[in-house]
């Protein structure tokens, strides 16, 4: 008896349970919103009329995937603040953003960014498809096709992530970039076959002039593999050095996109004695300093000139930056590209993610570079002879000096 009762009352509970919650969906339809974490009111009483209005007169049913429609609600939420580096990416384009570009892919090799809300090419990749078919820093692309995959899709409010999948693809098929460049008239079309990307770090190269030898070092992404690569080539320049005729060092920053924060860090502290690098203002107020890492200094008393332009971006810009204005350097070339803030990625249990802006990057002087650049102390114009590199002779002949 006792046992018939417990079950009873167990189940007018669960009835009651029930009730509760279908009153509270109810409740949360109609109500004018829901309050966030910090007080704020968010009105999604609209959101479900749409719906609901969809569901009854939308042609394709199909189409009405509860789970797609979600997660297009929250990437409307999140591009509504108008930054084109706080997207929310489903799990498909997720997975493709968390790959390491640092590796091999099947690709034209091109960094991507944004110029005015644009899609926009950051800088091509050294030795790349899209560098031999003369694309160019600044570069905007308008729209991406490819034929054998039914890709016929303009770029506009495009995601970055999403913008990388439809590039990418198979080593040898071919894609098409409908682009435009500041100075042209019109717009053209620039097909790229997809090949095997690698990015290299750094590489190091000898020029000899008036009876000197210039370390010519081309930085080109700053990778995980240069807190190893970069000791290397120092120690390279140091014993080249010592054989005498030294002239100096040209520090190539030409079309380098960024990366890791800590890497720039690490190059800056060969040339610099003491001092902040680099400060990140975060969201909340705080402030971090990256200060110049003791025990390194091994180039201190070398003339250095650095080479930028408009792929000059992120953590490169932070670079040349600091050497400027510790006046341990001429930038010699373009206005770089002006990429100053800090991104975080957050994973969720569904394999979606959040990329969201939590900080930014001040140079020493307090500048911040964020859609500003850094301008040269002497510009040069690349030229139109791709056989002439007018910016790189600059530099030899400013560091001879």
Known sequence: ???????????VLLALLSVVSLVSFKIGRDSSGVVTSNGDKLNLSLMWQVKD?????????????????????????VASLGDPYTVFLPPTDNKSANEDLAGEFGGVGISLGYKDK????????????????????????????DKANNIDKETTDMSLSEAVSLIRGKIGTEVTLKMYREGKSDYFDVVLKRDNIVVPSIELEWKEQGGKKVAWVKLYKFTDTLFTDWPAKVEEIKQEKAKG?????ILDLRNNPGGYLQASVLVASDFVKSGTIV???????????YDVIEGMGNLLDEKLVVLINGGSASASEILAGALKDFNRAK??????????????????????????TIAKWLLPNGANIHKVGIEPDIEVKPGDDANVDLQLNKALETVLK
């Open 53 to 77: 209005k969809l569901n009854q007169m939308f042609l394709e049913k199909d189409k009405l995937v509860d789970k797609n429609m979600e997660y297009g609600a929250i990437q409307g939420m």
């Open 331 to 356: 930038l010699v070339g373009e206005k770089s590209f002006g990429k100053g803030t800090v991104q975080q990625p957050e994973d969720f249990k569904d394999g979606s993610g959040l990329h969201i």
């Open 118 to 145: 644009n899609l926009a090419v950051v800088s091509p990749v050294a030795k790349s498809p899209a560098e031999k078919a003369g694309v160019k820093a600044g570069d905007l692309i308008l729209k991406i096709t």
């Open 245 to 249: 005729n030294f002239g100096g060092i």
């Open 1 to 11: 008896m006792m046992k018939f009762k417990y079950i009873r009352n167990l189940v």
């Open 279 to 289: 400060t990140q203002k975060s969201y909340d107020g705080s402030e971090e300093k």
